[in-house]
């Protein structure tokens, strides 16, 4: 698996200070930093490790499998299941790609997001942390109470080799802006039962997540959408930033959000890649760039990385 090194960013930012125009990102250099590596599994989903703690966020592997089922020559991505069809993960998919994991941090309830990871805790032992609709769905899958620890925003937790501020959220304005007017947004109840059908995963509120690990800072989003007087002040050296289309909806996404977080170093976007539908890859990518080149219009001097399924980045 090929690896991708990340430029001493430290270093880079500290000889062009000086001469650099606009803001300056916060990079002076923090006592025992050590490399973290940042996977992308698709849409909203990522793995992050210090080489000890391995962290889930938003996994969605089962998006790949519909390019095993397209039929010859299709093109079209297909449909969006009805509310009442019965969803699964696809066990095959994340066996081949997820090896183990400590934490699965989860950013809201959409089947997008919260569909493998049930699979995944029972799988490997995994701690789940989510709203209480992420736990509800995690309990009709039978995932254990001593895995589940449920969040509202607003905790930030301590867990030894890591620590995590959970940052209050809101959604994607779907449906353009009439998102509350449709069925996805509400809680899950207590007392589902697996199978679930896709209507069964509702958002349940959303969080996002700042991640501290090996003196990393890793703001981790998992929408096209934020609260800016939650963000104001944090000051991550990692941002993922929810990055398709939708954030068009969305006065100044990129500025605003890059002026609240002190402008980070590096900007990775995330759940940009169209659920992983093969022919839609280069329209997506093309998509995550315009969302790139709105980051360095607001921070020129962020770095923006792409990143390709699977492959780890590797952060000094
Ligand atoms: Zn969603």
């Not at 096209?224 to 002040?233: A, L, T």
């Not at 760039?289 to 699977?310: C, G, L, Y």
Request: charged share 20%; hydrophobic share 40%; net charge neutral.
């Amino acid at each position: 698996m090929l690896a991708r090194f990340v430029a001493p960013l430290a270093l880079t930012f500290a000889a062009s200070a000086a001469l650099a125009q606009g803001p300056v990102p916060n990079t002076s250099p923090v006592r025992g930093r050590a490399e973290i590596r940042l996977t992308y599994l698709g849409n909203a989903g990522w793995e992050i490790s210090d080489g000890k703690t391995n962290v889930l966020v938003d996994p969605f592997v089962t998006q790949f499998r519909s390019n095993r089922e397209a039929k010859p020559g299709q093109v079209e991505p297909p449909p969006r299941p009805s509310l009442e069809e019965i969803v699964t993960p696809d066990a095959e998919g994340i066996n081949a790609k997820i090896h183990r994991a400590d934490y699965i941090l989860v950013t809201h309830g959409h089947p997008d997001h919260a569909l493998d990871a049930p699979y995944i805790a029972r799988r490997t032992g995994a701690v789940i942390i989510g709203r209480e609709t992420t736990a509800n769905i995690a309990r009709a899958y039978d995932v254990p109470e001593s895995q589940l620890i449920t969040v509202r925003g607003g905790e930030d937790y301590d867990f030894g080799a890591f620590s995590l501020r959970v940052i209050p959220s809101i959604h994607t304005a779907l449906e353009h802006k009439h998102y509350f007017n449709g069925s996805m947004a509400g809680d899950a109840p207590r007392g589902l039962r697996a199978p679930l059908k896709f209507g069964n995963f509702v958002e349940g509120g959303s969080v996002a997540y700042l991640l501290r690990l090996a003196g990393h800072q890793v703001l981790i989003m998992g929408s096209m959408n934020y609260i800016e007087r939650e963000m104001e002040g944090l000051r991550p050296d990692i941002a993922l930033v929810g990055a398709n289309a939708q954030r068009r909806e969305i006065y100044e996404y990129a500025g605003r959000l890059m002026r609240a977080l002190g402008y980070p170093p590096l900007v990775m976007p995330t759940h940009w890649d169209a659920y992983g539908w093969a022919p839609a890859q280069a329209q997506a990518r093309a998509e995550a760039q315009r969302f790139a080149d709105e980051v360095k219009a607001a921070s020129p001097n962020t770095r923006v990385i792409i990143p390709k399924h699977f492959e780890p980045i590797s952060v000094p």
